[in-house]
């Protein structure tokens, strides 16, 4: 289980091949940038003799029988040339379509940037909203973690569920609260604006959604959720902490984070829905 203080959690893509082997993403990556450097020196390789046999024929040309029976052969080279060529573009435009499907079915530098907007989105929270509820919740409070993971989860709703961030709702609260230590509520700005810039970004991408959703009073479903740290690893979904992000219609770039308890409240009603990304 991850904690606040580890590295951020990372998700690993593997892809198959036609033989049904699988092999680490990056692997992958790099034996098809291989295969495109080889293609791309033998392309220019062939270019180079092409230009050759070109400037070959034209110095043949002022001889009669003999330079017309060169040239029938080297016409026949060419031809042998472009259809080698032909062949080495169409397995190029294979190798494209295998990364274009194996990226995800049409992958965009577009949507490529939402793995770069998810780094983002978790830094925020495991860093400067962690941070902060780790300095209003003392360790010596009796039921610590799970008022620290309260923290965080109220704040997130607040920035990520409804249709905008609600900062004075979020600035309001926490000048309420005696504990919050000096520089808290810019503290709290600062996470907003970034919120705000985050959720800008995202919006011109690919379909994202933030899901808060989901079931309590039962155990985790570890395709889209994880325990919150330090939560039971083996209990049961008590509340959420953190949004999933989800892009397009159901591909999982983080999953919820949930604060779990080894005997819960009774299971809900069912999913609550996640809010889309608009801002």
Known sequence: ???????????????????GRTMPLERWLISIQTELDRLKATIE??????RNIVQELSALGSGLAESHR?????????ADLHQRMDELDRRLNNILAKVEENLGGGQTEQAMRHHDYVDEYVALVEQKITGLAREIVP???????????????????????????LEQQLIDDLSAQTAAPDGAVQRMRDICTGARALRAKIAHGRPQRWEFGGETGVPID????????GANDDGIVEFVVTPAYF?????????????????????GAGPAGGQEAED
């Open 1 to 19: 289980m991850s904690t606040a203080d580890d590295e951020p959690w990372r998700l690993r893509l593997c892809v198959e091949d036609d033989a």
């Open 247 to 267: 892009v397009d219609t159901g591909t999982v770039l983080q999953k919820q984070k949930v604060f779990t308890c080894s005997a819960g409240p009774a299971p």
């Open 45 to 50: 390789q062939l270019s180079i003799q092409s």
């Open 70 to 78: 060169s040239a029938q052969g080297f016409r026949g080279a060419a």
């Open 222 to 229: 570890g395709q889209w959720r994880e325990p919150w740290a």
């Open 139 to 165: 360790d010596s409070h009796p039921d610590a973690a799970r008022e620290k993971a309260r923290f965080v989860a109220e704040v997130c709703t607040r920035l990520f569920k409804e249709p905008e961030v």
